[in-house]
């Protein structure tokens, strides 16, 4: 199944937009692409491996918190998309980063 | 929205009135009482930066009536290539000013009320009281928890927007029966989680894009027109020009909307958001090198490696003929820097450049120091012939 990645998230999963990964589940699916690229793991999940509050995973159109979550069954034709909180303007670091001296 | 178009009343057009607004009039989804309703309404945008420009200016444009705007900033040259409310003539001035005077070049049937604040847990429902519709154009997490609760509390739809790079979200949060945007996020990302300003920026275009979308749904509410967004979330990806929608859904355990809610005052956002963090917003307190004393080094001829660590575009706009290193890359590529030399990182502001120096020392460099201020300090105290960004 593909699985679009977010812009925020483009540089931990070597720049890619999409990702094509075999899949039977969304927690599959999510697994796959996390195995493939290391660094997107922590952005994904907690210390203890729940989804992270601020990332939204949609199969489809739908939230899959409305589905049965990571046991969602997926078929070949499903986009998985992550759709992680923006707060907008040009930076999303709270005035720690250099752009947002606060 | 019906409840919000039904608590507006009615007044009447002057000709001057029915002459503006005539393309308004001769459609029937709008026409004299749907022109009514907009003179009658009263909308609260939260910023004039770069979702409130547009959306300021085709709102009072379309003859909504009152148009509130709570803004602090002052215009600067950055905020030219978005915020298209402001000219560069404007540069210095308060934004509200600066606003208010385009808002009434376009339209100067509007009432402006400007509120020159920071929007707050202490002011937030008093100002959304006045108002019939909320549009947030904020841009940063404590702020939009702020304006979602505030809505909800004060029972005003919020007009919701945000943008990242080439990408956009819009949708129409807390109305009656609607999700809000804890449904949607119940918490923020901690800050330590969220990309360096090395993956930040924005197209300039896109809080055109956005913004104009919020000032659509705003309008159609007052209307009580059409099919708002409500219970949908647009995703505008501007790069690949692709549109997408996806079903937001009123969560029954929302800590605000829900059916027992558990916040039910306005809270201290910025702990909300903070708190929660992995990581505290970088203070690493690391060795340090002052622009004056490198400059005076490397003209006495010292050997000292320059060790620049921003991101390659970054490089392209001005440099101190350092090697470049991405922070991001540094691990990897540590190897390639020699312990036994003097080294100086420096990135844009210090910022990354101290992450750097701490990371180097760790790695057991002991030669290493963070510039201060980086190539903004470099820019304004040695050479002023550097750009800055
Ligand atoms: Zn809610």
Redesign the interface.
């Known amino acids: 199944m593909r699985i679009l990645i977010?812009?925020?998230l483009r540089?931990y999963a070597a720049k890619q937009?999409a990702v094509e990964v075999p899949a039977k589940t969304v927690g599959e699916a999510l697994s796959g692409l996390t195995s493939q690229y290391s660094d997107l793991r922590?952005?994904l999940y907690t210390d203890d491996g729940k989804l992270?509050?601020?990332v939204?995973v949609?199969l489809n159109?739908?939230?899959i918190r409305?589905l049965q979550k990571e046991n969602t069954p997926v078929r070949d034709g499903d986009t998985l998309?992550i759709?992680?909180?923006?707060?907008?303007?040009?930076?999303?670091?709270?005035?720690?980063?250099?752009?947002?001296?606060r | 929205m019906a409840t919000v178009a039904e608590n507006i009343q009615p007044a009447t057009l002057s000709n001057e009135e029915v002459l503006r607004y005539s393309r308004h009039l001769i459609m029937p989804e709008v026409g004299m009482e749907g022109q009514l309703k907009l003179k009658a309404a009263k909308v609260l945008c939260i910023g004039a930066?770069?979702?409130g420009s547009p959306l300021a200016l085709y709102l009072a444009a379309a003859g909504v009536g009152t148009l509130g705007i709570v803004d602090f900033d002052v215009v600067d040259f950055t905020n030219l290539q978005r915020q298209i409310i402001h000219s560069t003539d404007d540069v210095g001035r308060k934004k509200l000013e600066s606003a208010e005077e385009s808002i009434k070049g376009i339209n100067p049937l509007v009432d402006v009320r400007k509120f020159e604040t920071k929007l707050t847990s202490d002011n937030a429902l008093a100002l959304f009281r006045d108002f019939d519709v909320v549009v947030d154009?904020?841009?940063?997490?404590?702020t939009?928890y702020l304006v979602n609760d505030a809505c909800v509390l004060a029972g005003k739809p919020n007009v919701y927007?945000?943008?990242?790079?080439?990408?956009g979200?819009a949708s129409v949060l807390a109305t009656k029966d609607g999700p809000c945007y804890r449904c949607?996020?119940?918490?923020?990302?901690p800050?330590?989680?969220?990309?360096?300003?090395a993956?930040?920026?924005?197209l300039g275009i896109l809080p055109g894009l956005v913004g104009v979308i919020q000032a659509t749904e705003a309008i159609k509410l007052i209307l009580g027109k059409g099919e708002p967004l409500i219970g949908r979330?647009l995703?505008v990806d501007a790069l690949?020009m692709k549109f997408?929608?996806?079903?937001?859904?009123k969560n029954p355990d929302c800590p605000v909307c829900g059916k027992h809610p558990t916040i039910t005052q306005l809270i201290d956002y910025q702990e909300f958001?903070?708190i929660r963090g992995e990581e505290?917003?970088?203070t690493t307190k690391v060795p340090e090198i002052q622009a004056e004393e490198l400059k005076q080094r490397l003209d006495a001829g010292d050997d000292i490696f320059i060790l620049d660590v921003r991101e390659p575009h970054e490089y392209q706009i001005c440099n101190l003929n350092g090697y470049l290193i991405p922070l991001?890359d540094l691990p990897k590529r540590v190897n390639e820097l020699d312990s036994s030399r003097d080294i100086v990182a420096h990135?844009?502001?210090?910022?990354?450049s101290a992450k750097a120096v701490d990371f180097l020392r760790q790695a057991g460099f002991r030669k290493v120091k963070n510039l201060v201020g980086?190539v903004l300090a470099w820019s304004d105290r040695i050479d002023p012939k550097m750009p800055k960004y």
Request: charged share 20%; glycine share 18%; proline share 13%.
């Open positions: 977010p812009t925020p540089p937009d922590r952005h992270r509050a601020f939204n949609y159109d739908e939230d409305y998309s759709v992680p909180s923006i707060a907008g303007g040009g930076c999303r670091c709270l005035g720690g980063c250099c752009c947002c001296p | 930066g770069g979702l154009g904020t841009d940063n997490f404590p939009r927007g945000s943008i990242f790079r080439f990408e979200q949607w996020y119940p918490e923020p990302p800050p330590g989680l969220v990309p360096s300003c993956e930040g920026g924005v979330v995703l690949g997408r929608e996806l079903r937001l859904r958001c903070g505290a917003p970088a991001g990135c844009r502001s210090g910022v990354r980086g």
